[in-house]
């Protein structure tokens, strides 16, 4: 029989906090504060989330062939034989059934918040039943991820005025949108280029070619047009960034932690791309480094939202230190390594 330890690999629940602070950054920006209950519910909706989603994820990548001889993959439930196909996807479907009814629940009466989280439902079973056989399958899930910041706005009560002649003047509003646009285009990098090169060695479709990213005798070369491509991204990030900062008057604390944790994301998109010998578990490190810098630039931004003059800082520290501990405890229980990514 499973024990908890494989369920909870097979959810890769270790990584949890990087889908529950995008829904709890929406919950915050709709109750305007880090302490309300509304945001500690609208978090569990994250943490839900991410454990059938990516528990769907790794039964059908593994249903389908892909993962099965992928000698990266050979420490999973899976592969190892803890937990079968059938079983896996009972456990999924039932996780997805107290996802879907949990979520309603929340969104109820929001019919907004409701139509946008049928999207966002949509979008993350398409990629996790498609998403290998998909060169675009950075789409759905695009969609499906930056879609849980206003699912979380509208879950914490939330409401936006979408009159596009009054865009400007509704802080909340705009913020909403540019955290959405933030969240595409941080998820658009992620799998197209993160993702892709992490299984770079498997057989599945991917882009990679197409931006000139090519694995030849252990060597990693990337083209000009992919170094382009991942830099203009990531600066789009940055730009979205420091926007939201501005509406909320460029508190200098919060400009300070903009600048340090954007330069560390120019690094290590540069790193990423570089010419180098191809090493499987440095650039697993390297991609975490990456993801967990742009969740928390997007901390960071928001923490006016969280609480007034230094206290949103403080909060924004919190969130992070959070969201670390929780990955260390997750991951030393999970997999036996404190930092380490086991994906």
């Not at 909706?45 to 992928?70: I, K, P, R, T």
């Not at 695009?142 to 914490?156: D, K, N, R, T």
């Amino acid at each position: 029989m499973a024990s908890v330890r494989d369920w909870l690999q097979l959810f890769r629940s270790h990584t949890s906090p990087l889908e529950v602070t995008i829904a709890l950054l929406g919950a915050v920006l709709a109750a305007g504060t880090l302490l309300d209950v509304r945001v500690l519910l609208v978090a569990l909706l994250g943490w839900l989330y991410h454990n059938a989603g990516y528990g769907q994820n790794s039964v059908e990548d593994f249903a389908a062939g892909y993962d099965s001889e992928d000698p990266h993959k050979s420490h999973h439930p899976l592969q190892r034989g803890a937990i079968s196909i059938s079983e896996g996807r009972r456990a999924v479907n039932t996780l997805l059934a107290v996802f879907f009814i949990y979520s309603i629940l929340l969104l109820y009466p929001s019919r907004t918040g409701i139509a946008i989280f049928l999207v966002m439902y949509a979008c993350g079973v398409m990629y996790n039943k498609f998403g290998k056989s998909m060169k675009l399958k950075f789409v759905p899930i695009a969609i499906a991820h930056s879609l849980l910041f206003p699912v979380g706005f509208f879950a914490a009560g939330g409401t936006a005025n979408m009159d596009w002649a009054s865009l400007l003047r509704n802080r909340i509003t705009y913020v909403l949108i540019l955290g959405f646009l933030y969240f595409v285009i941080q998820i658009v990098y992620q799998i197209l280029i993160e993702g892709d090169l992490k299984d770079i060695e498997c057989d599945e479709a991917t882009m990679l070619d197409w931006l000139g990213i090519k694995l030849e005798n252990g060597e990693l070369r990337a083209s000009l047009r992919a170094r382009i491509t991942g830099t203009l991204l990531k600066t789009l990030n940055i730009i979205i960034a420091l926007e939201i900062i501005r509406v909320y008057g460029m508190p200098t604390a919060v400009v300070a932690s903009w600048a340090v944790i954007s330069t560390g994301i120019l690094m290590f998109n540069r790193k990423l791309l570089a010419t180098r010998r191809f090493y499987h578990g440095e650039t697993l490190k390297d991609m975490a480094v990456m993801e967990v810098l742009s969740v928390f630039l997007m901390v960071f931004a928001l923490a006016p939202a969280m609480a007034p003059g230094n206290g949103g800082i403080l909060a924004a520290g919190a969130v992070v230190v959070l969201d670390i501990s929780y990955f260390v405890v997750m991951n030393r229980y999970l997999w036996g390594t404190v930092v380490t990514p086991r994906v």
